[in-house]
């Protein structure tokens, strides 16, 4: 069964500091892979996503992913985090042609000033 | 412009009742979706459709029934047989198909029980 895992509940980071967000997943074959963001109440927003081509997708807001295959990995990755960047952040994974998403439980950023 | 749109923000419910959750789009896509969120637990997908008049169920369909008449329209309805309905409900639209097959989400409704 396909699965995603964000290991990290919790990340805080100072502003200005480089930022990387850990996502694994499993699944037979090369999955279509995305990155959310989502503010206090609000819906999700779509960062990136990853279809086939270049492992290395740029996104919105200045962040970038890279897919490892060797890995089952998707991390989401900043070089300079900025105190708007403070939300909650969701990998998820779709077997190509299924319509279903699965959802990673999440990463919430903090940004200290 | 483009977009998803839910309402109300926020819903409370009185035990017994049936409420409705609306949800509309206009990005003229064919699939639709509803999500429930809970704290620590990530997205979990009560109902999706991909064309009008058919829909399937997710993998927490219990106590929820949905409705697809219209192509734009795609209705949650969370009845009394839902225990714990206290939750963030998303709704999504995607066009399925390589690379078009995205999901976009709406702003969220969320539910609380008087």
């Known amino acids: 069964a396909q699965s995603v895992t964000q290991p990290d509940i919790h990340i805080t980071v100072s502003e200005g500091a480089s930022l990387e967000l850990r996502c694994n997943y499993s699944y037979g074959a090369t999955p279509y892979l995305f990155w959310y963001v989502q503010s206090p109440g609000q819906g999700l927003q779509l960062l990136l996503k990853?279809?086939?081509?270049?492992?290395l997708v740029q996104g919105i807001k200045g962040f970038e992913a890279e897919f490892k295959r060797s890995q089952s990995s998707f991390n989401l990755r900043k070089p300079s985090v900025h105190w708007s960047d403070a939300a909650e952040y969701f990998c998820a994974v779709d077997g190509a042609g299924t319509y279903k998403y699965i959802f990673g439980t999440g990463t919430r950023l903090k940004v200290l000033a | 412009d483009g977009g998803i749109t839910q309402s109300p923000k926020y819903l409370f419910r009185k035990e017994g009742q049936n409420v409705t959750l609306s949800c509309e789009q206009n990005l003229n896509h064919d699939a639709m979706y509803w999500y429930r969120q809970d704290p620590g637990q990530g997205l979990r997908l009560i109902y999706y459709?991909?064309?009008?008049?058919?829909?399937q169920k997710g993998d927490i369909a219990e106590g929820y029934s949905v409705s697809r008449e219209k192509k734009e329209s795609f209705p949650l309805t969370v009845t009394s047989a839902q225990k714990n309905p206290t939750a963030f409900y998303l709704c999504a639209s995607s066009t399925p198909g390589t690379e078009k097959e995205t999901q976009y989400f709406g702003p969220g409704t969320r539910l609380l029980v008087l």
């Open positions: 459709s991909q064309i009008v008049n058919d829909f």
């Open positions: 990853y279809f086939s081509g270049d492992t």
